[in-house]
């Protein structure tokens, strides 16, 4: 089966040797995003509720770009430098997502890219 590559000018570039997004038959699977502004490509700065905003609408620029939404989610990665952050980022994905809501893990980890306190990716499925 032959790999797509999707990207999109509204969402930060990649800061490695990898893709935005990769789709494989009706599955797509987005790279990690951190609170990156795609204009600046710096943080964002504010809270963890501001930070996870701006990684579900990078998240959100790169699977339309796909010609995919947020429904079309199947499993969400979250990670988290501070698990005390764990409801506000919740409160903010249910900004996103309605029932029936997509799989998802929480990890709490040392650190991320950039000194980001919250990275997630993403897997689609489309019919």
Same mark, same amino acid.
């Given at each position: 089966?032959?790999?797509?590559?999707?990207?999109?000018? #509204?969402?930060?570039?990649?800061?490695?040797?990898?893709?935005?997004?990769?789709?494989?038959?009706?599955? $797509?699977?987005?790279?990690?995003?951190?609170? &990156?502004?795609?204009?600046?490509?710096?943080?964002?700065?504010?809270? $963890?509720?501001?930070?996870?905003?701006?990684?579900?609408?990078? &998240?959100?620029?790169?699977?339309?770009?796909?010609?995919?939404?947020?429904?079309?989610?199947?499993?969400?990665?979250?990670? &988290?430098?501070?698990?005390? #952050?764990?409801?506000?980022? #919740?409160?903010?994905?249910?900004?996103?997502?309605?029932?029936?809501?997509?799989?998802?893990?929480?990890?709490?980890?040392?650190? &991320?890219?950039?000194?980001?306190?919250?990275?997630?990716?993403?897997?689609?499925?489309?019919?």
């Amino acid at each position: 089966m032959s790999r797509t590559i999707v990207a999109s000018d #509204n969402a930060p570039k990649a800061i490695g040797p990898y893709s935005q997004a990769v789709q494989v038959g009706g599955t $797509i699977y987005t790279s990690g995003q951190i609170p &990156l502004d795609p204009a600046t490509g710096e943080l964002v700065a504010g809270t $963890i509720d501001a930070q996870a905003r701006r990684v579900f609408e990078n &998240l959100r620029a790169v699977i339309e770009a796909a010609g995919a939404g947020f429904a079309d989610v199947a499993r969400v990665g979250i990670y &988290l430098t501070d698990l005390s #952050n764990f409801a506000a980022v #919740n409160a903010v994905m249910a900004e996103y997502f309605q029932q029936p809501y997509p799989a998802r893990s929480t990890i709490g980890v040392a650190a &991320l890219p950039r000194g980001a306190e919250v990275e997630i990716d993403l897997v689609l499925v489309r019919g």
